[in-house]
């Protein structure tokens, strides 16, 4: 079955502190990856994406297929990276529709 | 830039109403998507449209129904409203004549907030 996993539902971290959100996923094939921020009171925004390889405001991500993990990343975390994150997969075939994972909120405080 | 926009912002309804819901795509895109979200809960897929024809179907229940128009915005019915369909509903879009690999990403509306009375 497909499934996109996040087991912290609360990150709590101090600014300029390392951030690691997790992100493991079961999918029987190749799939699309990807994060999906969303910050108060804001609509759902594409954050990263394994097949472009990009950093994005300092966050960065790994596509693991051994580990089948897709963890995001921030080396120094800031108070305006507070949201709510979520994983998300797709088939690797256009116009499928995403599987969240039920999202991590991040609160980064000074 | 255009974002998708969703109409309306918040709904209130009683049991055994009908609502609809409305979203408009991101000018120039072809596909929607439809989710919903219940408190506390990731967004759930309920179904897609591509070129104004059903693409995909994931947890919509029977009593709800979609349609793409040849605008290609989309609307969502949804009749005999239940206490659990109290949610957020969200729309997506994305251009997927323009499909490439790792071209699957979709751009979200505000949402719906429907609350079932």
């Known amino acids: 079955a497909q499934r996109v996993t996040q087991p912290e539902k609360l990150l709590s971290v101090f600014k300029g502190a390392p951030v690691e959100l997790k992100c493991n996923y079961s999918?029987?094939?190749?799939?699309?990856l990807f994060w999906y921020v969303q910050y108060s009171r804001q609509r759902l925004q594409l954050l990263l994406r394994?097949?472009s390889r990009e950093s994005i405001k300092g966050f960065t991500a790994d596509l693991n297929k051994g580990e089948t993990s897709f963890h995001l990343k921030k080396p120094f975390a800031q108070e305006e990276d507070s949201a709510m994150y979520y994983c998300?997969?797709?088939?690797?075939?256009?116009?499928?529709?995403?599987?969240f994972g039920k999202g991590t909120t991040l609160s980064v405080s000074s | 830039a255009a974002g998708v926009i969703q109409s309306p912002r918040h709904l209130i309804k009683e049991k055994r109403e009908t609502a609809t819901l409305k979203c408009y795509p991101i000018?120039?895109?072809?596909?929607v998507y439809w989710y919903q979200q219940g408190p506390g809960q990731d967004p759930q897929f309920l179904i897609s449209?591509?070129?104004?024809?059903?693409?995909d179907k994931g947890s919509i229940p029977d009593r709800f129904s979609a349609q793409q128009f040849s605008d290609y915005h989309s609307e969502l019915n949804m009749s005999s409203l239940e206490l659990g369909d109290s949610a957020l509903y969200f729309c997506?879009?994305?251009?997927?004549?323009?499909?490439?690999?790792?071209?699957?990403?979709?751009?979200f509306g505000p949402g719906t907030r429907l609350t079932v009375l």
């Open positions: 997506a879009s994305r251009f997927r004549r323009q499909q490439g690999l790792g071209d699957n990403e979709q751009f």
């Open positions: 394994h097949i």
């Open positions: 998300a997969l797709s088939r690797r075939q256009a116009g499928t529709a995403l599987i």
């Open positions: 999918y029987s094939g190749s799939p699309e």
């Open positions: 000018p120039r895109h072809d596909t």
């Open positions: 449209f591509y070129e104004k024809m059903q693409s």
